[in-house]
């Protein structure tokens, strides 16, 4: 009696008791399982839903509840996001739990991402490199893709990021390191302007705008940002001889030099040295001392083309050029790109294509029927099927054109420079 009582009593204060009940023989392991297209449903007032979409540019919160494997949690707090991908057609959502009740969670987690794809024909370029990373045991936000309905209409194909965030630091690093008051730092690189790691100057308040504090946000700014122009500052003025070490006490350069290579393979061209210069990544820097690392973010632009060169851009990043002239980083950095070629053509034994030609098609034969009745596809409806055929083509050729370039660099007198091609399709760029 006294059960149902409490029972009776918070769901007149809104809170999903069954759900949670529900949501106890779920794990986050289940909500981020992308062996299947997962639904998620969102309930809200058509009124909130439409200004939602009318006001896409605006960051207002509206009331919503939340439904996904019959788990409900209710009263959570829905707007809108993106960068360049926002619109009020398809928009993109952030899930807040606990915007308007207090330390309500979803599955343990705070937030969620479910990012409109509004950039990638194909959908799944940023999660198969993500699945990449985590290979090269970087561990990156996990992913899956739902059928989205709001208001129990089909509003298209999503995909579900988790946000990085303090519940992301504590997987990652443990729960001291995501402490409040006395753990690490989490900053969202912000592209407000073109920069490449030069140095600054001394005053904070640049480094700051570019580096948003996402922990420990109320904390005095030299706490938060001297150790960052510090690092950028010997990044730019060390001495050759002294640059890895000097460097290496402020960012984790071995797992940089692999993070890197990751972008590399995967033919990134919004990221480390990415067309518009540096962009979408986190960096977190550890609550002891000064060593920071990077966190990848964003990679749907991926996939550029199959024959995009490994060093592309890198003369413009001072962090990467310096770097690379460091003999044991470059080779690193050569080592990690192998490391990827060989994840990428490694055979399954009841499947002789390599694991990224067997990964492209998998998610993108997951998501091809929801493709095809998403009501806002953004693109020629024709045009999914090119893409995967494009994505599969890169998947084929990439490992060969990386292998055949790091011998032309690595042994130069023992290879023909004009002999790393690929087939027409490969040669192809990604546009959107």
């Known amino acids: 009696m006294r059960r149902l009582a409490l029972v009776g009593l918070l769901l007149t204060l809104g809170i999903g008791v069954a759900g949670s009940d529900r949501a106890s023989a779920q794990t986050q392991d289940d909500l981020f399982n992308d062996d299947s297209l997962q639904e998620m449903r969102l309930t809200l ?7 939602l979409k009318e006001n ?13 494997r019959g788990v409900t949690v209710r009263n959570l707090g829905i707007r809108s996001r993106g960068n360049g991908t926002r619109n009020g057609v398809k928009p993109g959502i952030r899930l807040d739990f606990n915007r308007f009740l207090t330390n309500q969670t979803f599955m343990g987690l ?16 940023e999660a198969v490199t993500m699945k990449m990373f985590a290979k090269m045991g970087i561990p990156p936000p996990r992913e899956m893709h739902l059928r989205l309905y709001v208001n129990n209409e089909y509003a298209g194909v999503y995909t579900a990021i988790e ?113 518009d210069t540096t962009n979408n990544f986190y960096l977190y820097r550890f609550r002891t001392g000064s060593l920071s690392q990077l966190i990848p973010w964003d990679k749907d632009r991926t996939f550029y083309a199959a024959d995009l060169s490994v060093t592309t851009r890198f003369d413009t990043n001072v962090l990467v050029r310096r770097a690379m002239q460091v003999p044991a980083l470059r080779q690193a950095f050569y080592e990690a790109l192998a490391q990827c070629v060989a994840f990428a053509q490694e ?30 596809y953004p693109f020629p409806r024709e045009e999914f099927a090119t893409a ?45």
């Open 45 to 51: 007032s058509a009124r909130d839903w439409a200004a």
């Open 56 to 68: 896409y540019l605006d960051n207002t919160y509206y009331a919503a509840n939340l439904t996904w």
């Open 110 to 125: 705070k937030a969620l991402a479910l990012d409109n794809e509004y950039s990638d024909d194909s959908l799944v370029r």
């Open 163 to 275: 946000s990085v965030d303090r519940d992301f630091v504590t997987r990652l690093y443990g729960v001291d390191e995501a402490n409040v008051e006395t753990g690490g730092f989490l900053f969202e690189y912000s592209h407000i302007m073109p920069w490449n790691f030069e140095y600054l100057g001394e005053d904070l308040a640049p480094y700051a705008a570019l580096f948003e504090a996402q922990t420990r946000d109320t904390d005095a700014m030299p706490v938060l940002f001297t150790p960052i122009e510090e690092m950028i500052r010997v990044i730019n003025e060390s001495p050759d001889e002294d640059f890895a070490d000097a460097v290496g006490q402020y960012l984790d350069l071995p797992r940089f030099m692999k993070h890197l290579a990751v972008e590399s393979f995967m033919a990134e061209w919004d990221g480390i040295v990415g067309f």
């Open 347 to 376: 055979p399954d034994p009841n499947d002789p294509r390599g694991w990224l030609e067997r990964e492209v098609d998998r998610q993108t034969q997951q998501v091809a029927p929801a493709v095809a009745e998403d009501p806002v």
């Open 388 to 432: 995967v055929a494009f994505l599969l083509d890169f998947a084929r050729t990439r490992a060969s054109f990386v292998t055949c370039e790091m011998g032309n660099t690595l042994a130069p007198l023992d290879n023909d420079p004009t002999s790393c091609t690929t087939s027409p399709a490969s040669a192809l760029r990604f546009t959107h």
